[in-house]
C-alpha cells in the first residue's frame, strides 16, 4: 500500500503513518496550521505514532482521519497524496495505463491534467467566489456600522439582523462547499509570526474566517455604539 503523503510549504514530500490500513494519523498542530487539513479536526484524537516521520510534530496530538476521506481531499487538495492500495487489479491497471502511454502518451497525460485541471479550477473558483461574498458581507457591516454613527434606530437595527442571516447563508454554502475550515478547534497554541502571515494570505481559501471576523466587527461595533449613546 503506497501511504498517504503531504508536501510542505517548502517542496518537500513526507508520509504520514497509517493505522490498521485504514486510519491516516494527520499531526493536530499540521491540521490547524494548513487550510488544507482543517477539514481533518472534525475528526476523533488518535495515540501519538512510534515510528512516524521525524519532520512531523505530533507533539499537540494526532487525527484519526479515514483513509477513503482522506483520497476524496487529496483529489482536490494539490499539497496532498492519496494512498492506495496494491492489489493485482491496480497492478493490471497499471500494465494497462503504462501500454496506453506507451502507445499514446500525448493523450494519456492531456486527459490526466486536464481533469485534474478542471477539478482543481472548479474547487478553487468556488472557494474564491464564497471569499468574495464574505468579503462583501465585511464591507456592508462596515457600511452598517457607519450609518449608526448618528443614531441606532429600528430599520438600523433590522439591516443588523439581515447582515447575520446573510453570515448564516454563506456560512451554511462554505460548510457544503467544503471551502476553507469545516471546524475550529476547541482550543489551540498560539500562533507565531510566520504562521500568522502564512494564514493572512491564504485568507482567500478560508470563507468562513472571513465571516467570523465581519460578524466580531458587527456584534463588537453594535455593542460599543449602544453602550456610548
Request: proline share 7%; net charge negative; charged share 20%.
Amino acid at each position: 500500500m503506497s501511504p498517504p503523503r503531504y508536501r510542505t510549504l517548502d517542496g518537500e514530500e513526507v508520509e504520514l503513518p497509517l493505522a490498521m490500513e485504514r486510519w491516516v494519523l494527520v499531526p493536530r498542530g499540521l491540521a490547524r496550521f494548513d487550510p488544507e487539513l482543517a477539514w481533518a479536526l472534525d475528526y476523533e484524537d488518535a495515540p501519538e505514532p512510534e515510528d512516524a516521520d521525524p519532520r512531523l510534530d505530533f507533539s499537540a496530538g494526532a487525527l484519526l482521519v479515514p483513509v477513503g476521506r482522506w483520497n476524496e481531499r487529496a483529489e482536490l487538495e494539490p499539497n496532498l497524496a492519496p494512498c492506495r492500495a496494491e492489489t493485482s487489479q491496480s497492478s493490471r491497471h497499471r500494465i494497462a495505463s503504462a501500454a496506453t502511454t506507451a502507445t499514446h502518451p500525448g493523450r494519456a497525460r492531456g486527459n490526466d491534467s486536464a481533469s485534474l485541471t478542471v477539478a482543481r479550477l472548479a474547487a478553487r473558483g468556488a472557494a474564491l467566489a464564497l471569499a468574495a461574498l464574505a468579503a462583501t458581507y465585511v464591507l456592508g457591516v462596515a457600511a452598517w456600522l457607519w450609518s449608526l454613527r448618528d443614531g441606532i434606530s429600528g430599520p438600523h437595527v433590522s439591516t443588523g439582523v439581515m447582515l447575520i442571516g446573510i453570515a448564516v447563508l454563506l456560512a451554511w454554502l462554505a460548510g457544503v462547499a467544503g471551502a476553507g475550515s469545516e471546524g475550529a478547534p476547541a482550543h489551540g497554541r498560539g500562533r507565531t509570526w510566520v504562521e500568522l502571515a502564512v494564514a493572512v494570505a491564504r485568507s482567500r481559501d478560508d470563507p468562513l474566517a472571513i465571516l467570523r471576523l465581519g460578524l466580531a466587527v458587527q456584534v463588537t461595533g453594535f455593542a460599543v455604539l449602544v453602550l456610548l449613546r
